[in-house]
């Protein structure tokens, strides 16, 4: 039986901008590096693997990163994913992330399916969404 999401893997160019990006901008929870290429976050109980695409050097990940390798397709990075993320106060948590610097798409709205949110660009343009049910 299935009981969760457990894990996403994201495939970066640059794996040290990723980390900044979720470390310190996005207030993500770093545990550490589970490989000089790949980093690993948590955000509640989902973890995050931010993965350096061309970094896997025992063919770990059975060639998954080979489009990006063999096609140079940097941009086919981020394109067909949208993380989304549940938040206690997207209004809160929106202030603080843009004073940290991050770019949001817009300011947090009330969405016609009964979330409120705001969403963002990591650096390799995955596109995330934080809300929380809106308040009516």
Same mark, same amino acid.
């Given at each position: 039986? %299935? ?5 996403? *893997?994201?495939? $970066? ?5 990723? #980390? &900044?990006?979720?470390?310190?901008i996005?207030g993500?929870?770093f ?11 948590k ?20 060639? %998954? ?5 063999? *096609?140079?397709? $940097?941009?086919?990075?981020?394109k067909? #994913? &949208?993380?989304?993320?549940?938040v206690?106060?997207v ?20 969405q ?25």
């Amino acid at each position: 039986m %299935l009981r969760n999401f457990r894990y996403i *893997l994201l495939f $970066v160019k640059d794996l040290e901008k990723s #980390v &900044l990006f979720y470390r310190d901008i996005m207030g993500f929870t770093f545990v550490g590096f589970e490989a000089p290429h790949i980093a690993q976050f948590k955000f509640g109980e989902t973890v995050i693997y931010v993965h350096h695409d061309g970094g896997d050097p025992k063919g770990e990940f059975h060639g %998954l990163d080979a489009p990006y390798n063999e *096609l140079g397709s $940097v941009e086919r990075r981020g394109k067909g #994913v &949208l993380l989304g993320f549940g938040v206690d106060d997207v209004d809160q948590y929106y202030r603080e992330v843009t004073e940290r610097g991050v770019v949001a798409h817009h300011s947090p709205i009330n969405q016609e399916w009964g979330d409120r949110d705001f969403s963002v660009r990591d650096p390799d343009g995955y596109e995330i969404w934080f809300s929380q049910p809106a308040q009516h």
